[in-house]
Structures are given as C-alpha cells and as structure tokens.
C-alpha cells in the first residue's frame, strides 16, 4: 500500500490514531467513567445544562469550590471531535473539586452534525459567555485554567489566548489536522483545506500565559509525538511551558490522576495556577 503520511499506510495511520483499541476493553473503562461520574453528580453540588449559546448540546456543567475567590479549571472533553459527552468524565472533578478549584465541563457539537468551524467556535462562545458571568459562577480572574483532554486538548490550545484564560493545560492534545484529514477520523470530520490549516493549532503557535502539556507515558506514539511537538514548539518561542509524561498511563487511564487531590495531574493543575 501507498506511503501517506510519515511513512505509514492509510490501514497504519488508521491503527495510530485508534485510542479505543490501544486499550484493553474500552467499552468496560468507559462504563467506569460514567458510573463514577453518575456517583459525582449525585454527591457534589452542581448547576448542570447551562445553556452558554442556542444549539442543543452548547451547555455547561458548573460544580462550584466550597471556597470563595478561588481557581477555576475549565475541561474540554474528548472523543475525536465527534463522541462522548461531558457527563462521561464528570468523575475528573472530583480531586480538582477537593483541591478548592471550581470545575466547569464544557460541551459542544459533535461531528458530523457540526464541522470543525462550528466545533472551535462554540468553544470560543463558551469562554464569552463565562467571562460574562464571572460574579455569578465566583470566577476569579488571573485564576482561570482552561483544560482538555484529546480533541479537547486541541480546542485548549487553539482557545488558551482568550480574555478569561490565564493558565492552560493541554492533556494528549492534537495540534496537527494533517494525518486526522488522512485517516478513519475524517470519515465525519470532513476537514477543509482551510480548516486543517486554520485550527492545527502548531501553526499559528504565540507565547501566552503559563500551560502543562501533558500526555500518557504508555500512549500510541503519534499522541505522545504530538505533545511532544508542542511543548518543544512553545519552549523555542519563550512560552511558561512545562511537559509531563503521566506515569505508564494509556490515553484513558491517566484521567484517574484528576480523582484525587493527591493525584498527579490535580497536584500539577495546582503548581500551574501557582505560576
């Protein structure tokens, strides 16, 4: 077969790109994401669905802090730009919630039905909406960390520069659009020329504000590859960056560092916001 990409074949970058059957039994880790986020609903204090913009899936989820005048941590989740849903890993805010930080779930439309575009947008309406409302959702600024997770990581990236965010932190992030346009993911992404250009966010790359990069010790190669890339890509251009391996974590594991305060992403959140 035919080279496309880094010297790999279209069934090999298929297979790089395929986080769920790197993994042992995705189906029964994803069930455990959701039975301990069922659990987190039922036992902190939340606002839930609030609507940020008009489509259906442009909501929130707010769990405040128990403290005032406190950080906030935004997570942007993943599946690829077009699965999942934020209450999956609304278990993730257990530790950070712990640790005296509010924690804010974003949601946003999911490919096919919206497209790249739509997607980075809705994400920018979100940060908008909540740098509106700073007073009601006791949003301290300068304290404002916005997080995600695969295509989530993408979205921080390409957002970390707006008005509300002072801190960032990326986790398996995908900067480049190139080898997505070129494997399985595209099948609903259906990526634009521009698009790949405009929101592989390696390209248009400025100094910002302090941002962890983070990514799983034992992930495939192209995720660790592309974090990799970033943080070496920010630290030539003078950025506040720092880049952390989590432990021999795969792609889905390392989110369990966020469930308690001791915890390896939760203790980095908060030298982050330290910095």
Not at 33 to 56: G, N, R, W
Not at 111 to 119: G, K, L, V, Y
Not at 211 to 216: F, Q
């Amino acid at each position: 077969m035919k080279e496309i990409y880094r010297g790999m074949t279209r069934s090999q970058l298929d297979a790089a790109y395929n986080n769920t059957k790197a993994v042992e039994n995705f189906t029964k880790l994803l069930e455990e994401f959701q039975f301990s986020s069922k659990k987190l609903y039922l036992e902190k204090k939340s606002q839930i669905d609030v609507c940020y913009h008009s489509s259906p899936r442009t909501t929130f989820d707010y769990f405040p802090a128990s403290q005032k005048n406190c950080p906030t941590f935004i997570f942007i989740h993943g599946g690829y730009w077009q699965n999942c849903n934020k209450e999956d890993f609304a278990f993730i805010a257990e530790g950070i919630l712990n640790a005296g930080i509010n924690v804010i779930l974003a949601e946003y439309t999911l490919a096919p039905e919206a497209s790249m575009t739509q997607i980075v947008n809705e994400i920018g309406l979100l940060l908008d909406y909540l740098n509106q409302h700073t007073v009601e959702l006791n949003i301290t600024r300068g304290k404002v960390c916005l997080g995600g997770h695969s295509a989530g990581g993408h979205l921080t990236v390409i957002h970390r520069n707006h008005p509300l965010i002072s801190h960032a932190m990326p986790i398996s992030a995908l900067i480049d659009l190139q080898p997505i346009s070129l494997c399985w993911l595209n099948d609903k992404l259906s990526l634009s020329d521009n698009e790949i250009e405009k929101y592989s966010p390696i390209n248009k790359l400025i100094k910002g504000g302090p941002i962890a990069v983070h990514v799983g010790g034992g992930e495939l190669p192209e995720l660790i590859r592309h974090s990799k890339e970033l943080y070496h890509e920010l630290k030539d251009i003078g950025s506040n960056v720092i880049y952390q391996e989590v432990g021999n974590h795969d792609h889905f594991t390392q989110l369990y560092e966020f469930t308690d305060p001791d915890g390896f992403l939760v203790k980095s959140l908060k030298e982050l916001l330290a910095r």
